[in-house]
């Protein structure tokens, strides 16, 4: 019954490496996002998305590309990683004006 | 240009101590505000809403608008308060988090 759930909950790869991200919200939320939360626990919004669409992208690498197949999913993927992806990846939802929900995170370590 | 402060990046306080987390914030419209907490390893969640003006786990938040300030209170600390506290401005539909501030409560 979990609300917004991510796949994998950790990820360790190799610098250069093609790697994805799942996401999925059993909400019907309309809006999706990606946030990422660095090694100084800063948050900072990357995508958003709403009914497939994307509306935001804040100044992300073109290597970060999400894909959303329905409303329910916002996959992320990232092509040709670099040291400086390492991060906590987070995804949410939300509906108009509601509360954001969160999922568990995705930590992902590049070597 | 920041739009959310936290100045604090760390407070500590013993339990039963009173606790004020700052939030400033810089927004031309009628912001929304918001606080979440993140407890070890666990994801963000809700902690309270500017338009809810309600008291969770003993937390408090009003929003000032003269002074652009959304502060978090609580009277008494419990050691279970220990978490990062994030305060967020909601933009169209995307929240804008400040750096959080870590909160220890310790016995």
């Known amino acids: 019954d979990t609300a917004v759930s991510q796949t994998p909950k950790y990820l360790v790869t190799q610098m250069g490496n093609d790697k994805s991200i799942k996401c999925e919200q059993n909400?019907?939320?309309?809006?999706m996002y990606w946030y990422k939360q660095d090694s100084k626990k800063f948050l900072k919004i990357m995508f958003s998305?709403?009914?497939?669409?994307?509306?935001i992208n804040e100044t992300v690498p073109n290597r970060f590309s999400p894909k959303s197949p329905d409303k329910a999913h916002l996959n992320l993927h990232i092509n040709s990683l670099e040291l400086g992806d390492s991060a906590v990846y987070f995804c949410?939802?939300?509906?108009?004006?509601?509360?954001?929900?969160f999922g568990p995170g995705t930590r992902l370590t590049v070597l | 240009a920041q739009r959310v402060t936290q100045p604090e990046k760390l407070l500590s306080v013993f339990k039963g101590a009173p606790v004020e987390l700052k939030c400033n914030y810089s927004?031309?419209?009628?912001?929304?505000l918001f606080w979440y907490v993140q407890y070890s390893r666990q994801r963000l969640q809700l902690l309270l809403r500017?338009?809810s003006r309600e008291s969770i786990k003993g937390f408090t938040a009003d929003l000032n608008k003269g002074e652009t300030s959304f502060h978090l209170k609580k009277p008494f600390a419990q050691e279970e308060d220990s978490a990062m506290y994030y305060c967020?401005?909601?933009?169209?539909?995307?929240?804008?988090f400040g750096k959080g501030t870590m909160l220890l409560v310790s016995p």
């Open positions: 949410a939802s939300s509906q108009d004006r509601g509360q954001s929900f």
């Open positions: 998305y709403n009914n497939k669409e994307l509306i």
């Open positions: 927004y031309s419209g009628s912001p929304e």
């Open positions: 500017h338009i």
């Open positions: 967020a401005l909601r933009e169209y539909s995307t929240l804008t």
């Open positions: 909400l019907g939320h309309d809006t």
